[in-house]
């Protein structure tokens, strides 16, 4: 059993579409825990509490999250289905960091970031990450945000459990490729 695929399979169904294993997410993107492991044990014979748990204790991104007594999960940023996690505004750094992929950047330079298919535009903390993030799109291009002056200027920013920063756009003026 490849946890890797399994945390992808994971990905998709709190994040995106719950249906494809007869479960559904409630305002906050919590699951039933015992649906979930029979969902996906049904085309994963094996999968129980114990591997749920490893994926989430060990997976690299640290997607995922319990509730206090183990019977709910969710992922927990990059929801593409209308849920409120419960984020916490916070005060960001002066500056954050988008990683995207060289593709994108004509499309960026008319609009900015928009969160596209998912709630929130995501920005990461340090460089290097944003760089890894726009590897996944081919040819990484990485943007530097001026996410003080952003606040300064009334826009929202969100810091998930994970450590990525989120926000609902982020306009041109704020944008510089580095």
Do not use: C
């Not at 825990?33 to 509490?49: C, H, P, Q, R, S």
């Not at 499309?107 to 298919?117: E, T």
């Amino acid at each position: 059993m490849n946890l890797q695929n399994i945390s992808r399979y994971m990905s998709l169904i709190l994040r995106h579409r719950p249906e494809v294993i007869s479960i559904s997410l409630d305002e906050h993107g919590w699951a039933d825990v015992d649906d979930l492991i029979t969902g996906i044990a049904e085309k994963n014979e094996g999968f129980n509490m114990e591997i749920l748990e490893e994926i989430v204790k060990t997976d690299n991104k640290q997607r995922y999250s319990f509730n206090a007594d183990k019977t709910l999960i969710r992922a927990n940023q990059g929801h593409s289905v209308p849920v409120d996690v419960e984020l916490e505004e916070k005060e960001p750094p002066e500056f954050l960091y988008h990683g995207t992929g060289e593709k994108y950047v004509s499309s960026i330079g008319v609009q900015g970031l928009i969160p596209k298919s998912r709630l929130y535009v995501h920005l990461s903390s340090d460089i290097d990450t944003a760089k890894n993030v726009g590897r996944r799109h081919g040819k990484e291009v990485v943007y530097r945000v001026t996410t003080r002056k952003m606040y300064q200027d009334g826009y929202k920013f969100y810091l998930s459990v994970n450590g990525v920063w989120l926000t609902k756009k982020v306009p041109l003026e704020y944008l510089q490729i580095i």
